[in-house]
């Protein structure tokens, strides 16, 4: 037994690109292209990039939302790719997800408590009674009222529906939640909310997360680790507060540079990452950031840098450490 909760091991994920009329295949996007990391039960891993990093399509392949080109997902030492479909409908149970967009991921034609019922039915978990007192449990848990289950989700606001997507979520005592995202959609003002309330529920339910955002300001508070992606790959990974302290690789010290400061003494050099985010369908060679790298050297352009530990707790993919 690894200690690990979860063993993520070189995962890859293609989508075909078809053209013409007989969908032929012209290509494919390397949305996800090898990725490994490990997260350990009761901790926060964060995962960081900009839009078309791949970070969402990974939290997807580790709960299987989505089949793998190749690589291997273990949950408590078992390869879930392997599972048969009713092997892995048992396994749902320990592993949920909440969504980022609270409009989109409750059905409108549902009341709340219909909503949170449903992956209890689905699992055959309990009576009609208990499934009800269970409800009332989970709106509770997450700051809502009972009466709020005969009422529908467009009767909330998004940081209201948000709460019943994590009530949901909980109501199959999962393990493992990953958090794809979950406070982009927000106001500013809820965000905060709603991130000391996935923290109260982490340390009350002994909970495992993989909190998937856009910026790091978002995942300092709420994560141990930290894995920064960018092009389908994981460039560093490293304890939060040191990566946040000594960011080492370039593109995580230019992510950092464009968080604020809420003291306006401390003046933090802007780092501007000039050119797009190349194309997830035709990768640069070598290192694929290398293209906007402010530290590029020749080497860079010609071999890919393996993620490789510089410290205890500290992986970056960089030729300049290695």
């Known amino acids: ?74 949950f408590e030492d078992k390869n879930i790719y392997r599972l048969s479909f009713n092997q892995m409908r048992q396994l749902r149970r320990d592993m949920q997800i909440i969504f980022q967009d609270p409009y989109a991921s409750l059905n409108p034609r549902l009341t709340v408590e219909d909503i949170i019922i449903e992956p ?14 269970r409800v009332k449990e989970m709106l509770d848990l997450v700051g809502l009222s009972s009466y709020h289950g005969s009422r529908y989700p467009h009767e909330f606001s998004g940081g209201q529906r948000q709460r019943i997507g994590i009530a949901r979520a909980l109501a199959l005592n999962p393990k493992l939640i990953v958090c794809d995202e979950p406070v982009s959609a927000l106001d500013v003002s809820i965000q905060s909310q709603v991130l000391n309330l996935l923290m109260q529920l982490q340390d009350m339910l002994k909970l495992t997360y993989i909190f998937i955002a856009h910026g ?19 460039v560093e990974i490293a304890d939060s507060e040191e990566l946040y302290r000594n960011a080492m690789h370039p593109y995580s010290q230019a992510l950092l540079s464009a968080v604020p ?49 510089v410290s205890d707790k500290y992986m970056v993919a960089c030729h300049k450490y290695q």
């Open 1 to 74: 037994m690894s200690g690990a909760l979860l063993e993520v091991k070189d995962v890859k994920k293609h989508f075909p690109i078809k053209r013409g009329l007989m969908s032929k295949n012209a290509g494919c996007i390397k949305a996800v292209d090898g990725v490994s990391f490990s997260v350990h039960k009761g901790e926060t891993l964060g995962l960081v990039g900009e839009s078309g990093c791949g970070k969402s399509t990974t939290g997807r392949l580790v709960l299987r939302l989505l089949e793998p080109t190749s690589g291997e997902v273990l």
């Open 120 to 133: 209890l039915v689905i699992h055959g978990i309990g009576d009609s009674h208990s499934r009800r007192q």
């Open 216 to 234: 790091l300001n978002v995942v300092k508070h709420v994560s141990d680790r930290v894995g920064v992606m960018y092009l389908g790959k994981i």
């Open 261 to 309: 400061v809420p003291d306006p003494e401390i003046k933090r050099e802007r780092i501007i990452l000039t050119g797009d985010v190349p194309s997830p369908a035709n990768p640069p060679t070598g290192c694929r950031f290398h293209t906007r790298c402010p530290q590029c050297m020749d080497i860079c352009r010609l071999e890919e840098p393996a993620l490789r530990p």
